[in-house]
């Protein structure tokens, strides 16, 4: 597992960005050959999308050639709300780039049948060849998408029951959404790569649990120490629960994984 650690909230989602244009150039994709992109909505994420946008607009970047699957959806809210993982997913990111509409993938949360969703879900991703790459946020507690506290760790996408996310509708608990579909920890565990976002002292507690503690269902995130190619994107803040000595480690190797986000020659050129 790489940790990487930036300054603040703009870098690490500046670096982030880079990432994911740099993995999306090096495949190279094409008419034949999609590039496939796991996607998170939340807070965290749209720093990233930002500059994803702006490399975009500069030509470094295409998502012509770019399926996405989005991590998760609400039940039952009416998909045009300001809330909803879809409009927050157009409005901030896909309607500023040149992706498909038929090629970004969000979980239908008004499905008739939502079982059949989750699985035509998985389908679909196991029909475009897996994930390359899956990007996630986590919450305070440690749980990516709606994995929440004892989800399996090799739960596939699925209904779940909502403890608690009254931070959305302004409060308002009659609007506020009881379930949603997500996908499993086994559905993102299948991705070739994972890099997950976390930022804010508020988070810290959740990447200490991740980087310094065993696997446990009860931090979701922590599991990703099982993921061959994992790397997680932070800040300054988040690392607040970490040891001097773990931050100093990975701290000693940025000059090292910078070299990831240098711009490829078809970039810089
Ligand atoms: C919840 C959502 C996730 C999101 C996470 C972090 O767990 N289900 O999709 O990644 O919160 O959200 P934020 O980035 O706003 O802190």
Not at 148 to 168: C, P
Not at 234 to 251: G, P, Q, S, W
Request: contains cysteine.
């Amino acid at each position: 597992m790489k940790l990487i650690i930036l300054n603040d909230y703009d870098q690490a989602s500046e670096w982030a960005a880079k990432y994911i244009r740099n993995s999306i150039l090096k495949f190279s994709p094409g008419p034949e050959r999609y590039f496939t992109l796991g996607l998170p909505t939340g807070r965290t994420p749209m720093g990233c999308y930002k500059k994803l946008i702006e490399y975009f607009q500069n030509g470094k970047v295409s998502f012509q050639y770019v399926k996405t699957f989005n991590m998760d959806e609400y039940v039952g809210f009416p998909r045009d709300h300001p809330e909803s993982y879809h409009s927050v997913m157009w409005s901030s990111f896909f309607k500023h780039v040149d992706i498909k509409e038929e090629n970004a993938h969000i979980l239908d949360g008004n499905a008739t049948d939502l079982q059949a969703e989750c699985e035509a879900f998985e389908e679909k991703i196991k029909a475009a060849g897996g994930i390359e790459l899956f990007v996630g946020g986590v919450g305070p507690d440690g749980q990516i998408g709606f994995n929440e506290q004892g989800s399996s760790l090799v739960s596939r996408t699925r209904v779940k029951t909502l403890a608690n996310n009254a931070r959305f509708c302004d409060g308002n608990l009659s609007m506020v959404p009881t379930m949603a579909l997500t996908v499993g920890m086994g559905t993102i565990m299948d991705a070739k790569e994972v890099m997950i976002l976390i930022t804010g002292a508020h988070k810290s507690f959740a990447l200490y649990k991740a980087m310094e503690e065993g696997i446990n269902h009860m931090w979701t995130v922590s599991v990703f120490q099982q993921h061959p190619q994992a790397v997680l994107v932070c800040d300054e803040d988040a690392t607040l629960e970490l040891r001097v000595k773990t931050v100093k480690y990975f701290k000693g190797m940025m000059h090292l994984h910078n070299k990831l986000v240098d711009p490829l020659p078809s970039v810089s050129k």
